[in-house]
C-alpha cells in the first residue's frame, strides 16, 4: 500500500441480521466453527467453558400461551468502534498488550493470539460475552486435525479469541483483487461464514460506509451520529451504552426490539413516542 | 598468641631479614598480575567459546535433500516468476511442487549430479522434494504477495536477498527452541542488519511499512 492507497475511503464492514427471518437453526453457529478452527470439547453443554464465535440466543416475550412468542438472537463479536466511534472499542482500550486492536481501514477488531498472554481483561470489559477464553488446548479428534484451516491460525491454552468477521476471507479477496490489479473488492468477494451458512438468508455482510452495499441499504446507518440506523425497525444491542456495534438486528416486532437494550419501566413507551429514536 | 600476631612480632622484630621481606612483597604482585591474567583468559575463553558455541547450540544445522544451483535456472528461464508463481485466486504458490518441476525435468536437461539425483529419486517417482524453506513463517502471519510484488511493484531480491545468484544452497539452520529457520532471526547476533534481506522480524516487516507508507499499519494486516 503506497501513501496515496492509504488515504482511499475506508471500509467499515459491518453485518445486518434479520431476526423474523432466524430459525434458530444453529448453521451459522456450525459454520462459523470449521471456518475459524474453533476447538470443542467433548461436552459442550457448559456454555462457561465451550468457545462459541457466534452463538444463538433464545429470547422469549415472557407471556403464557397462546401469546408465547420467541426469537432467535445470533450474536457474533460487535465490532464496536467505541464511543463518538473512534476506534476505543470496550475490549480495546483495557487491553495491556495491544492484543486487541481496532482495524481502522476495514473498522474490524482484531485479536492477535500469538501477543494475548491471557489476563482477559477484554472479556470483562465486552459487554456483549463475545469473547472466549481458551482453558485447555485445543484437541481435534483423530483425523479431524486436517480439517483445519491453513488460512486462521490455531489458538493455543491461555488466549482470548473471538469472531474476526472471518477477516481471512477479506486478505484472500484483497490478495485476489491486487493480483488482478483492482484496487477494490466486490462486495460479494468477502462474506462471512455465517452470511454464505445461513440457509433463511437472513445474515447480511457489507461495507457500512458503502451506499451501494445492502448493509447499508437496509439499516441506514447516519454517518453523522455514528452510523446509527435511520431505519426504525433496525437496532444495535445496548445502544445506550455508545459502544457502536457494527452488528445491527431487524425485526418487526416491538418486544424484540425492546430487548436489544436494558429500560426502566416506562422508558420504552416515552422513547417510542419519537419514531423509536431516543430523545437526545 | 595467635598465628598472625607471631608473624607480625617476627617480622618487626627481625630488621635483619628487610631483603626477604621484599621479596615476600614482589611475590605478592606478581601474584596478583598472574590473577588478573588468568581472569582475562578465562573471561576470553568463555566469552569466545559461548559466542562460537551458542549459535551452534541453539541452531541444528541441516542440509536440503540435494544442491539447488539458483544462478542456473535463472539463466534457463529468464525469471522468478517462472517457478515461483501466483496461483490464480492471487495467492503465491512459494516453492514449487514436483509437478512444475517435471514440465522441464521430464528427463535429464543437464549434466549434475544434483539433478540425476533429483531425476532418480523425485522426478521420476513423482515425488515431492522435502525442501526446508529458510523464510517460513510462523502460523499467525499473512503475508500477501500480491500486495508487495503486483501492487506496491518490489522485487524479489528486498526481502529475500541474493537467492537468485547462488549457486548451492547454504545449510538450513532451524532454530532448536522455535523450529524457525535462522533466516527470520537474522546471522548477526549483534543484530545488526546491514540489508534489507538480513532478517525477516515483525520489527523488519513494519520498519519499511513506516518508512514507505507513512503508518505501521494495523495488526491484522499480516496476522491471521
Redesign the interface.
Known sequence: MTKEQNKRKKHVFGMVIDLDKCTGCGSCMVACMSENNVPFREDESDKKRSITWMRVYKLTNGKSFPDTEICYLPRPCMHCGGHGDHGHSPCVSVCPVNATRYGYDTGIVSQIYTRCFGCRYCMAACPYHARYFNWWDPKWPGEMEKYLSPNVSPRMRGVVEKCSFCYQRYQAARDKALYEGRDEIEENEYQTACTEACPAGAITFGDLNNPDHMVYKMVQPDPHHTRKPLNPKAFRLLERLETNPKVYYISEREWVRKAGDNYIKGEWEKLNKNHGKSDE | MNELEEKTEDVSMDAVEDGQKEEQKAEGDSGLGMGVLFFLVAFVVCFLSCWLLFPKVLYSEKSQPFNFNHRLHVEETGDCESCHS?RD???FAGIPKISKCLECHDEQQGDTKDEAFFIKNYASKDKEVPWFIYSKQ???V?F?H??HV???GMDCKTCHGDIGDSTKCKPYEENRITGYSRDIWGKSIWGIKKHSWDRMKMDDCAQCHEK????K?????C??
Open positions: 501466483f485466486d492471487g495467492s510462523p502460523d499467525c499473512f500477501s500480491a500486495a503486483k501492487a506496491a514507505e507508507t507513512g503508518e499499519g494495523s495488526c491484522f494486516q496476522h491471521k
